[in-house]
């Protein structure tokens, strides 16, 4: 089941158990909506949804409309790497690294691009704050318009390139990929996934992603 059918139908149920239960079930009304909206955001292609500021900051109404979606989104984030005990970021080549979002301490060397494709957290101040710092909100296993993804890889600097979203295994690997793919380290995106997946397993592309990827790929060919 795909993301905005699953979000939604979530969203639905949360709600009317929290409306014919009622007492303190009706705060379930409050996390229902926010998976609802996301379900009909991932539907519609809103990856700006939660208003993610080009400087990697979340507005204060995101925070108020969208708190309990957040706290799990950020509690969920905090469990995923004690549980699969995979590296914060691996290095792909010379040139590309791919990861998880980082703390700001886990910044261990410098990049001439540091791109944040979370579209539902705020990035530390330390690391928003680069110069290097690049924000492309992707909405959680969703992908953008191929032309979207290939306006953001043309804006990349030259150099070495750090991508993260919330795991570095599905976003990260789609936009890793069609870096990958742009440079000509890839020849294919056959060939571009297996050299990630070789340094960073997880890594793993939703339909959407390898829909994505696929006409990229083409349109480079082109």
């Known amino acids: 089941m795909s993301h905005k059918y699953l979000l939604s139908l979530l969203g639905l149920i949360l709600i009317a158990v929290g409306l014919f239960e009622r007492g303190w079930m009706i705060l379930l009304v409050w996390p229902g909506a926010n998976f609802l909206v996301l379900g009909i955001a991932h539907g519609i292609g809103a990856h700006r949804v939660f208003g993610k500021r080009p400087n990697g900051t979340l507005p204060f109404w995101s925070w108020l409309a969208f708190l309990p979606l957040l706290i799990f989104t950020i509690a969920v984030w905090r469990l995923l790497p004690m549980v699969m005990r995979e ?10 690294t791919v990861g998880r979002r980082l703390l700001a301490s886990e910044l261990d060397q410098e990049f001439d ?3 944040d494709l979370t579209a539902e957290f ?3 101040a330390r690391l928003r704050g680069s110069a290097a710092y690049f924000c492309f909100p992707i909405l959680d296993g969703a992908a953008p ?7 953001a890889v043309d804006r990349l600097r030259p150099g070495k ?9 599905g976003r990260g ?6 870096v990958l793919l742009k440079s000509g380290a890839a020849h294919n995106v056959e060939d571009g996934l297996r ?3 070789a340094v960073r397993p997880g890594i793993n592309l939703s339909r959407a992603q390898r829909t994505c ?7 480079l060919a082109a």
């Open 122 to 124: 705020s990035e530390p």
């Open 161 to 169: 390139t750090f991508i993260h979203c919330a795991q570095g295994h």
């Open 145 to 151: 318009h191929p032309d979207s993804l290939r306006e």
């Open 195 to 197: 050299m990630l997946k």
């Open 87 to 96: 590296p914060a970021h691996n290095t792909v080549t010379e040139q590309l």
């Open 173 to 178: 690997g789609l936009f890793a990929l069609a």
């Open 213 to 219: 990827i696929e006409a990229f790929a083409r349109k």
């Open 113 to 115: 691009n540091y791109v």
